[in-house]
């Protein structure tokens, strides 16, 4: 196949807006860097609803590809992933508010998602999300929302040992470790069945 003929076949709509939030990752990084909290958190909230859009329209419209299984979680994990570190590094006008405990987590369990899922994919076997992991990316994303406005948090509930936001981060962190159970176990069950893993006698 020709780089051309690839591209016709897989230029639609979602994964056009994948890309989208592909290129969004960078336009994020520099409005961080200088400072523009609010405008930083609009990047990423756009970034966020091409997420739900493509996948949708992918769906509704039969129009799921080859490079939109793989494309569109690494898209959605590198924007999440970008977020969390900036606001976990900060700078000379952005407090750094998520810990880095929670930062680290949410890496570890997307690098064994993007290696496992690669593996599989290989042999034509694709691990769709579920219901849990859904669950844990909109938590993952309303609570990073949250993280903009911690100061305003702070303000409103003194004395909280966490605020609201950092509730919600920290609940998502378990949701998203009860995931990975789930797809690591989903995962080895199909490399089984397809003899992909040799099971034990």
């Known amino acids: 196949m020709t780089v051309r003929e690839y591209i016709r076949n897989n230029m639609n709509l979602p994964n056009i807006l994948t890309l989208i939030r592909l290129f969004l990752v960078p336009v994020y990084i520099v409005v961080f860097a ?6 930083a958190l609009a990047v990423f909230l756009v970034a966020s609803f091409t997420d739900l859009l ?44 998520i810990p880095w405990a929670a930062v680290i987590i ?8 993007v ?10 076997v694709v691990v769709y999300a579920s219901m849990i992991g859904k669950v844990a990316q909109c938590c993952f994303i309303a609570s990073l929302v949250l993280t ?14 966490l605020t609201p936001d950092l509730i919600l981060m920290w609940t998502s962190v378990v949701l998203t470790l009860c995931a990975l159970v789930f797809y690591v176990n989903q995962g080895v069950q199909v490399a089984k069945k397809m ?3 040799k099971q034990r006698t």
Do not use: Q
Not at 60 to 76: E, H, Q, R, S
Not at 115 to 124: H, V, Y
């Open 148 to 161: 903009y406005f911690h100061d305003k948090f702070v303000a409103l509930c003194p004395g909280w040992f």
């Open 54 to 97: 493509d996948g949708r329209i992918a769906r509704k419209y039969n129009l799921i590809t080859d490079f939109g299984k793989l494309m569109d979680p690494l898209a959605d994990k590198v924007m999440v992933l970008t977020a969390m570190f900036s606001m976990a590094i900060g700078n000379a006008r952005i407090p750094k508010v």
């Open 115 to 124: 290696i496992g899922s690669g593996k599989l994919l290989k042999s034509g």
């Open 106 to 113: 949410l890496f570890i369990k997307e690098l064994i998602m």
């Open 34 to 39: 200088l400072g523009e909290k609010y405008a």
């Open 195 to 197: 003899g992909l893993i």
